[in-house]
T-cell receptor, first 113, second 110 residues
Framework: DSGVTQTPKHLITATGQRVTLRCSPRSGDLSVYWYQQSLDQGLQFLIQ???????AKGNILERFSAQQFPDLHSELNLSSLELGDSALYFC????????????FGSGTRLTVV | GQQVMQIPQYQHVQEGEDFTTYCNSSTTLSNIQWYKQRPGGHPVFLIQLVKSGEVKKQKRLTFQFGEAKKNSSLHITATQTTDVGTYFC??????????FGQGTTLQVKP
């Protein structure tokens, strides 16, 4: 157990639907990062939050949005889902922005059918 | 934009052979991190290098940060089947952004 909790572990949904992925960072970590990993692909950075505020955006589609709540958990919302959105979605957290390694959760595997 | 390239993409070795993966950045990095992702698992932080020319060792793993802070390498001596997985480098730019390389997937034949 890395200390970063992601739910659900698996999600199967139909095209056009909307889903919410949840992440609880490791205790004490203020930064949360979302990454997408497609089959045999690297880690594509989506978005970062630090202490409730959006800090950086990567290759996040307009159909995707995220937020970090006062208790520091984060949610990633994916809407108007397409087949190509099927992937592993990882959440990671770190205590500081610049000097610490990231602790990854076990991921949510999203399958769009 | 900033890119971090990692080679090779795949490597198959016989158990006991050495393995090296290389990471190159298009810009100077403030630091570089290495992660390992086992098959079906999530990336796990291995190490961070900060200083120019820095070399760090973890048992059979040797990590190096180039003098110009634009490249790095991970060398595994005498691979074991437990070394199987994908190794990612992640370079942090001076703006603070962490960019992951595409990873090197290592297969070890017993």
């Amino acid at each position: 157990d890395s200390g970063v909790t992601q739910t659900p572990k698996h999600l199967i949904t139909a095209t056009g639907q909307r889903v919410t992925l949840r992440c609880s960072p490791r205790s004490g970590d203020l930064s949360v990062y979302w990454y997408q990993q497609s089959l045999d692909q690297g880690l594509q950075f989506l978005i970062q939050y630090y202490n409730g505020e959006e800090r950086a955006k990567g290759n996040i589609l307009e159909r995707f949005s995220a937020q970090q709540f006062p208790d520091l958990h984060s949610e990633l919302n994916l809407s108007s889902l397409e087949l190509g959105d099927s992937a592993l979605y990882f959440c990671a957290s770190s205590p500081q922005e610049l000097l610490a390694g990231y602790t990854f959760g076990s991921g949510t595997r999203l399958t769009v059918v | 934009g900033q890119q971090v390239m990692q080679i090779p993409q795949y490597q198959h070795v016989q158990e006991g052979e050495d393995f090296t993966t290389y990471c190159n950045s298009s810009t100077t990095l403030s630091n570089i991190q290495w992660y390992k992702q086992r098959p079906g698992g999530h990336p796990v932080f291995l190490i961070q290098l900060v200083k120019s020319g820095e070399v760090k060792k973890q048992k059979r793993l040797t990590f190096q940060f180039g003098e110009a802070k634009k490249n790095s390498s991970l060398h595994i001596t005498a691979t074991q089947t437990t070394d199987v997985g994908t190794y990612f480098c992640a370079g942090r730019s001076n703006t603070g952004k962490l960019i992951f390389g595409q990873g090197t997937t290592l297969q070890v034949k017993p």
